[in-house]
């Protein structure tokens, strides 16, 4: 049986940083409502390129690395009630090629969302959103540097699901 995988080609380069926040309020607040809330965050930078190049001879990023990401979750933590809103943001990453014609995907943002309820210790109902506000993901060629021609568009429609966990 035939297998197909991704191949490492060589030579080309990786930097950057990242930074990351967790932070529960509980930590800062004694006493209240707020004290129920938290945030996780961070910040991406990853430069790249490889040895592969566009049609101007410059050297093309590695495939899907977006050289900025930022990432931010807002939650809450009640004893019974569980929410998060998740928001995830990422600037153009190369997707493939077209020769040496590379095809990009454009900056991207997704939010994401979920609720919890534990009715008692052994039943919990829940309900989750992906996508909740239908991020279309659109593709462009791009030809020599900042002349951008549209390729494709990709349309996630938003996904929910609402279920029941029980233990038994």
């Known amino acids: 049986m035939p297998v ?35 945030f996780d965050g961070s910040y991406t ?7 592969a190049q566009n049609l101007s001879g410059d ?3 590695f495939p899907d690395n977006s050289e900025q990401q930022i990432n931010a979750a807002f939650w809450y933590q ?6 998060r809103v998740a928001w995830n943001y990422r600037t153009p990453r190369l997707a493939s090629t077209f020769g040496a014609i ?11 969302v979920n609720i919890t309820y534990d009715v008692t210790d052994d039943i919990t ?4 959103g992906s996508n909740v506000f239908g991020e279309i993901e659109e593709y462009y060629l791009e ?9 494709s ?10 279920g029941v966990r029980a233990k038994f």
């Open 4 to 38: 197909n995988r991704p191949v490492q080609g060589e030579g080309g380069s990786l930097q950057g940083v990242e930074v990351g926040a967790k932070l529960a309020f509980s930590d800062f607040i004694e006493d209240g409502f707020l004290r129920d809330f938290g």
């Open 45 to 51: 930078f990853s430069d790249s390129s490889q040895n």
């Open 59 to 61: 050297d093309l990023p």
């Open 78 to 83: 009640g004893e019974r009630l569980q929410t």
């Open 102 to 112: 590379p095809i990009y995907q454009d900056t991207a943002q997704y939010v994401d």
């Open 125 to 128: 109902i829940y309900a989750n």
């Open 143 to 151: 030809c020599e540097k900042g002349a951008e021609q549209f390729h």
């Open 153 to 162: 568009r990709n349309e996630f429609e938003p996904r929910w699901f609402v």
